[in-house]
């Protein structure tokens, strides 16, 4: 019986008989259109779906539709190509500007609104790296199940290609290397995690594996031993230890083995810690700090993490600190340094960061430095402290929008378990997330000296005035008393004695006069010798009430703004931050303040406790830009594949 002859169909036909498609119906459309728009032959502009014609799972022209004479720029074909299925998730071309997809198709939305960019060097710079971003929208970590629910089956324009199951990494019990395979301690998207232990030395270690489907991937290769090669730079005390990195060859009927081996750590991810109790305040800035340390140091050394999160933190005990930190998974760290350019392939079409953790110009597709960890770090301590990240959203578009465009919503005064939230270190956190990397701390040491304040637990007030009770008169002994005079201090050395000394002295009296009593000589019994004589005690004089010390002024809370705003104001003495303009700063007595603010000279101003007051500067900025003239704009980097790298803040 001979086969059925294909229907041919077009794509406008089929969106008016079936609906718009499902996300993973659209990702599906994306491959035979992208063979349709690299063979040439299609005119530039927007091409109408009832022209693109579907027979047999391959995508042609229609013959009424014209062809182009000559070259066409592949970001054209990349916006053709978005047009076409922003229409198949939507049912309608897209507008001008483009609007954003609705319902389960908003997970579409960032690779799209790329695709669909006006600005032509915004667009993915080829179709193939637009099909990876798609591919990444649906699926971040790259397997093969889908977040929405696609519709009931029907009719299809093509074929789908049957996915076979990856051979597994390994088996228990099996050696590898001087290593035998324990237990599986964790899976990741590029590989898996098995307790080793080395068969003569009996020592335990972690032996990360890469997956079998990977190993053929050079870049990815390269990605996994980049993390052996950045860690083996830093050599710090809070970054996990690498031990080796071995690419096996593969001999015939067997499997290639990619893997490092790594220091084994006992404990938990601060994810894990973070879902088992909830971390106060203290805890919360000494993981921080552990954080800055680690990243410093790597920055330093030329290399920027991109994926700091929760579950790339270790929390373990070593050395009697219970939140001892390790930095885990340097796999997608980039070099910053010229290491880098003896791999320049090294980090093509890698996924860059996690969604929730990245900052606005690294899910942008801009050139990234330390600052982009700077961000990430500040979103971990927001959600330490909040016990939320500052942007979640259901869906990766809705997301990728609000990190861009809104404002991270403030820190609540309080976590989760009821702790007070100081207003500095809040100021702190809030500066970490700003769009702007020029706006953020400069370094990780920077950083950490702003979180040095609030490391100390709060202290209590020493009163002004010591109210003693009145001690009972101590009986005065007969025989005269000898006491050694005091050397004199000078009256400003004793003006600056503290009270606490004083309180000292005061509660050791009553202590004196019971040891005095206790020291008495017995009374002596008269025989030969004369009577002697007592003489009568002196009347004692009522105590004296010292006069009340005056109240310290109340404090008035008072308004400091900047002309721009979000310059750091700091105390003009001690140097200690007190937050970023605007902000309401309590003073009960004058105080000297420091604004600052890159790209402005800093600016001096003096608080005073008057109600109502405000405390305005204006910033001079250092050097004046010549009339008409704009700022530079951020040099854009290597676009990124992943499916939150496609919208740039700082483009119109």
Not at 264 to 292: D, P, W, Y
Not at 470 to 487: D, H, K, R
Not at 618 to 635: F, N
């Amino acid at each position: 019986m001979p086969s059925p002859v294909p229907t041919a169909r077009t794509l406008g036909a089929y969106l008016r008989e079936f609906g718009v498609l499902a996300p993973r119906e659209v990702l599906d459309l994306a491959e035979p259109l992208s063979l349709l728009l690299e063979q040439g032959g299609a005119p530039a502009g927007p091409l109408p779906a009832d022209q693109v014609v579907f027979e047999g799972g391959v995508a042609r022209l229609a013959s009424t539709l014209g062809t182009e004479a000559g070259p066409v720029d592949p970001r054209e074909r990349v916006w053709q190509l978005g047009a076409l299925l922003h229409e198949a998730a939507s049912g309608v071309p897209p507008a001008e500007p483009p609007q954003p997809l609705e319902g389960p198709a908003a997970c579409l939305n960032a690779p799209l609104l790329r695709c669909l960019a006006a600005v032509p060097e915004a667009r993915f710079d080829t179709l193939a790296e637009a099909r990876r971003a798609l591919a990444l929208a649906l699926d971040p970590v790259g397997s093969a199940k889908t977040l929405h629910r696609t519709p009931p089956p029907r009719p299809s324009l093509f074929t789908p290609v049957p996915v076979s199951r990856p051979p597994p990494v390994a088996h228990l019990g099996e050696v590898l290397g001087n290593y035998r395979l324990e237990q599986v301690l964790g899976e990741g998207a590029m590989g898996v995690v098995f307790l080793g232990r080395h068969v003569r030395l009996d020592k335990q270690v972690a032996v990360k594996i890469l997956k079998p489907q990977h190993g053929t991937d050079s870049s990815l290769v390269q990605r996994f031993f980049q993390e052996a090669r950045a860690v083996n730079a830093i050599n710090h005390e809070n970054i996990v230890e690498i031990f080796d990195f071995v690419e096996e060859p593969a001999p015939a009927n067997a499997i290639p083995r990619v893997y490092c081996v790594l220091e084994l750590l006992n404990g938990a991810s601060l994810r894990q810690l973070m879902q088992q109790e909830t971390l106060g305040v203290l805890r919360a800035i000494h993981i921080t700090e552990q954080l800055c340390a680690a990243l410093g140091a790597a920055h330093r050394a030329g290399i920027v993490h991109r994926d700091i999160k929760p579950d790339n933190i270790f929390v373990t005990s070593r050395g009697g600190d219970p939140d001892f930190v390790k930095v885990l998974d340097f796999g997608v760290a980039k070099l910053t340094s010229t290491r880098l350019a003896e791999h320049p392939g090294t980090f093509a079409g890698a996924v860059i960061g996690t969604p929730g953790y990245m900052s606005p110009e690294q899910a942008s597709g801009l050139e990234v430095d330390g600052r982009a960890d700077l961000y990430a770090v500040g979103t971990v301590l927001y959600e330490l402290l909040a016990g939320r990240r500052p942007f979640e959203a259901s869906e990766l578009g809705q997301w990728a929008v609000e990190l861009i465009v809104k404002p991270p919503p403030p820190l609540p005064q309080t976590t989760p378990a009821g702790e007070q939230i100081p207003a500095g270190l809040a100021a702190t956190v809030m500066r970490c997330l700003e769009k702007d990397p020029e706006a953020r701390f400069e370094s990780m040491d920077a950083l950490s000296q702003a979180l040095r304040p609030f490391t100390r637990p709060i202290r209590l007030e020493i009163p002004a005035r010591l109210e003693l009770a009145p001690a009972e008169p101590t009986p005065v002994p007969a025989a005269p008393t000898l006491v050694p005079a005091l050397p004199q201090r000078p009256a400003s050395v004793r003006a600056r004695w503290p009270l606490a000394v004083v309180a000292a002295v005061a509660l050791a009296v009553p202590v004196a006069a019971v040891r005095w009593r206790a020291e008495e000589p017995p009374a002596v019994t008269a025989t030969s010798a004369p009577p002697a004589v007592v003489a009568a005690p002196a009347p004692q004089a009522p105590p004296v009430e010292p006069p009340p010390a005056p109240a310290p002024p109340a404090a008035v809370v008072l308004r400091v703004v900047s002309t721009p705003a979000g310059a750091r104001v700091l105390h003009g003495d001690t140097g200690e931050p007190l937050g970023v303009t605007p902000l309401e700063l309590a003073v009960s007595e004058p105080r000297p303040l420091r604004f600052e603010l890159r790209g402005y000279q800093p600016a001096e101003a003096t608080a005073r406790p008057e109600a109502g007051a405000t405390v305005d500067v204006t910033l001079r900025p250092t050097r004046s830009a010549p009339a008409g003239t704009r700022p530079p704009a951020p040099r854009r980097g290597d676009r990124l594949t992943n499916p939150d790298a496609t919208l740039d803040p700082f483009r119109k």
